[in-house]
């Protein structure tokens, strides 16, 4: 897209952050675990090189064909089919937001973590634009409006945001047996309004007020969240 490379060329993005945070805790040998894996095909991020296990859950049989895992298991996040203290790490890309009971979800993936293990969480902070609008229209509005930016409609799902704010995920973290190490609200290059060019110059508008002014950082896109099991 010729607006992305005009003004986020050479921009490090929220993809690649949360690549540098996981990889950072990941050690030859380890064994990690991906809560809500999908199909492996809209975000790839591929730990295989480096850690011994990496294995993947979702409720959507689409895991059974992640590429990028040493095994797939579908089933319920709130029920994971591992033992305690099986995984060094977890990671979770853009599933909080879908969570009915991100408690029940949390103190899971607490269980199956070593003590001092972490937890990787990429989600969209519920005070951006994008969750709000998401928040108040349904979930075929969601779809019809993925496919415009080229996303299959069975990897859109429901949405919920109970976890989805700093003050949420603090209050669950101490809730479920997890320290917070880290907190990072990022805005990057407007994805959604990609669909036309003046809403796109308007994303970008945002983008520089909400990263230039500290005052407006809560009204970021993304949050990057790293806990540790205590």
Same mark, same amino acid.
């Given at each position: 897209m010729?607006?992305?490379?005009?003004?986020?060329?050479?921009?490090?993005?929220? @993809?690649?952050? %949360?690549?540098?945070?996981?990889?950072?805790?990941?050690?030859p040998g380890s064994s990690a675990?991906?809560?809500?894996?999908?199909?492996?095909v809209v975000f790839p991020h591929d730990y295989r090189a480096t850690a011994a296990r990496v294995a993947g859950v979702d409720v959507s049989p689409a895991v059974l064909a992640n590429p990028s895992l040493t095994e797939a298991t579908v089933s319920d996040l709130a029920a994971l089919p591992y033992g305690d203290a099986e995984f060094d790490l977890a990671f979770s890309r853009y599933v909080f937001e879908h969570l009915e009971r991100p408690a029940d979800v949390l103190r899971e993936l607490r269980r199956v973590l070593r003590p001092g293990g972490h937890l990787v969480i990429?989600?969209?902070?519920?005070?951006?634009?994008?969750?709000?609008?998401?928040?108040?229209?349904?979930?075929? %509005?969601?779809a019809w409006f993925n496919a415009r930016l080229g996303r299959a409609e069975a990897d859109t799902f429901a949405t919920f945001y109970r976890a989805n704010d700093p003050a949420a995920i603090r209050r669950l973290a101490e809730a479920t047996g997890f320290r917070v190490v880290s907190i990072s609200l990022l805005e990057t290059q407007p994805f959604y309004l990609s669909f036309h060019p003046v809403a796109y110059r308007v994303g970008v508008g945002y983008e520089r007020a909400v990263n230039r002014w500290g005052v407006l950082a809560r %009204?970021?896109?993304?949050?990057?969240?790293?806990? @540790?099991a205590v």
């Open positions: 010729a607006l992305e490379r005009r003004y986020y060329a050479g921009v490090v993005g929220e @993809q690649e952050l %949360f690549d540098e945070l996981v990889r950072s805790h990941l050690r675990l991906d809560a809500g894996a999908g199909r492996g990429l989600t969209p902070n519920r005070w951006h634009y994008v969750p709000l609008a998401a928040r108040v229209t349904p979930v075929r %509005f969601h %009204f970021r896109v993304h949050m990057l969240v790293d806990l @540790q």
